[in-house]
């Protein structure tokens, strides 16, 4: 039976025991690729927009720029290979663009949503790893990162471990994002598989 603890308001009987945050988000041992990839929106950052659309904007932005090897630029052509879901050449925008761009946890979570939306979720939460390691990090940022990495450990197929990296979030800031939304449906998933193997003990 699921409990709610007073003091949070959020269902506890799943996220007991301890917890490593930064250990779960760098841990190889904890990862493995080998789950279907993944059909979350929140990593393609498309909405309805077209290939036809994107290449109109991305001649649009080579027109009007004068240094096509900024950070900035290549970091606006990654977001164009993601709305057209093309990862991996995403993926050499976004990389180009880290070592100059001054938001480098946005682009450290975009290259993350790039290796989860192809399945290289150790990939994907090695990325956090690092970024959670930058210097002068906001509070929104640091957010924003370990948010990703519940995404990341939800896509790959473990709950649980998605469920306690929400749950930090959710401590820190109630109204992030739809941590809220994230942590209901993983309790539901996970009360839905507890009634499953109950009423099949039931049947045997």
């Known amino acids: 039976m699921l409990t709610v603890d007073s003091h949070t308001d959020t269902p506890w009987a799943l996220l007991q025991g301890g917890f490593d945050l930064e250990d779960a988000l760098v841990s190889d041992s904890d990862v ?107 509070e929104k940022d640091r957010l924003s990162l370990i948010y990703q990495s519940g995404l990341v450990y939800k896509e790959k197929g473990d709950p649980q471990k998605a469920l306690k990296i929400f749950q930090k979030v959710y401590d820190a800031d109630r109204t992030f994002r739809s941590v809220d939304t994230e942590i209901k449906n993983l309790l539901l998933r996970s009360w839905g598989w507890a009634m499953a193997v109950f009423n099949a003990a039931k049947r045997e």
Not at 64 to 78: E, I, K, L, R, Y
Not at 108 to 118: D, F, P, T
């Open 32 to 138: 493995r690729v080998d789950i279907p990839p993944q059909g979350d929106s929140d990593a393609q950052d498309g909405g309805g927009t077209t290939p036809d659309d994107v290449f109109t904007q991305l001649k649009t932005m080579i027109a009007n720029t004068d240094d096509m090897n900024s950070p900035q630029f290549h970091f606006n052509f990654g977001l164009a290979y993601i709305r057209c879901k093309e990862f991996e050449e995403a993926i050499s925008e976004f990389s180009a663009a880290l070592g100059g761009i001054d938001n480098k946890a946005e682009c450290y979570i975009k290259l993350s949503e790039c290796h989860m939306a192809l399945a290289r979720y150790e990939i994907a939460n090695d990325l956090i790893g690092k970024a959670l390691k930058l210097l002068d990090l906001s």
